[in-house]
C-alpha cells in the first residue's frame, strides 16, 4: 500500500505533467491548431486526477499495529456512534484488551458523523456455537473514548461473558 509520501511525490509530477500539458494547450490556442479544445479537455482531466491524488496524500492508509492484538473484522458500523467487531473465539482478555485498543486507533475519526455529545462506543463480539445448531452472540467488551489526555480510552471488558466463551471453547 503506497504511504501519503508516495502520493505525495506522484502528485508532484501529476502537477508538472498537468502545468505541461496546460502550456501545449495554451500554445495550441495561440496557433490556432484543431485539437485545441481536445486538450482543454485532457488539461482539466489532469488537473482533476492531480487533485485526487493530492488528496489521498493527506490521509494515511496503513494501519495501527498494537502488540498482542488479534485479528477482527468490522461486521457493523453505523457511521456515527456504534461500532461491532468479531473476534476469534480463543481470545484471552489480555488480547481482547489489545484488540480493542487497536480497533479504536484505526476507526476512531474525526469524519465519523454523530450527534453533539455523543461518543462513538466499539464493541466486541464471538460467536458461541451450541448443541443443536444454535448459536449465540457473545459481548466480550467494549471501548469509547473518554476525551482526558493522560487515557483517551476506556476499556470495558465483559469477565462474565469471557467466562461464558472460554467454557464454550472447553467443551
Known sequence: MPTPEEFLEVTKWAAGGTLALGAITILA?????????????AT????????????????????????GAVSYATVYDSGASQVVIAVPTEITPDQLDATL???????????????PGETTTIRARAIVHRPGGVSDLVYLGQVQPNGESENPLTVTLYPDQIAQLSAANDA
Open 101 to 115: 485498543r487497536q480497533a479504536a486507533s484505526n476507526l476512531f475519526k474525526p469524519y465519523r458523523l454523530g450527534l
Open 29 to 41: 490556442f495561440v496557433l490556432g491548431w484543431g485539437i485545441r479544445f481536445r486538450l482543454v479537455g
Open 44 to 67: 482539466s482531466f489532469a488537473a482533476v486526477l492531480t487533485g485526487g491524488l493530492l488528496g489521498l496524500s493527506f490521509q494515511p492508509f496503513t494501519r495501527t499495529v498494537i502488540p
